[in-house]
């Protein structure tokens, strides 16, 4: 049953990673989402309709444009496939309830902000902060409790710190990040952060074997790893934090 509810979430979740991938090309440069219609980004021909089905288009296409045949980049269909995926894992996970829908939104909001921080370094404020309030809203539909808003502040305020700290490794987006990962997964939120970090701490090292001491300039976006520790914490942060409260 479940999983044929999954299976059917993952029609929506392609169309709402198709309307990502323009969120993310366009958020960051302050450009219209909605008009004009999305065109090749290097000989600028709109695209057709049936150039522009999710996923499908893309492995018909074979990764080119329809008139010049310059390469499409990977991100359109990753950021498609990754949020139909997660959007069908959380209707797995929890079936028809707020819960889902809670989850399959949260996920959206961290492709999209992974999308924009490796492109274009930004965490845009205009992802972040109405999904933030649309996860809350579904949250307290589905559990009614402080624990949301608690942690989302909590996490918020403890990267602020960081920050402060470290201001060349982490900048206010990943703050405002922080807020939306408490709200996503409450009290598995330090899970989040802690599995962010150690994440992170995989292209710094690479980054150091190869660069050395210069590595320390090289900034890296943090925000995608933040978001795959969010994941982490959101399918199997609770049974972590039990494990860990067994163990105390
Ligand atoms: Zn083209």
Redesign the pocket.
Known sequence: MTAALAAFAFAPGLAVGSFLNVVASRLPSGQSIVTPRS???????PIRSRDNIPLVSYLLLRG???????GIGLRYPAVEFGTAALAAASVFVWGPTWRSLAAALFCAALVAVSATDIEERVVPNLVVLPASVAVLALQLLWHPSVVWAASGLGAALFLFVVALAYPRGMGMGDVKLALLLGIGVGRAVPVALLAGMIFALVPSIVLFVRHGAAARKMAIPFAPFLALGGLVALFAGDRLVDLYLRLL
Request: proline share 0%.
């Open positions: 065109a090749c980004m290097s000989c600028h021909t080119r444009c329809h008139t010049c045949k310059t």
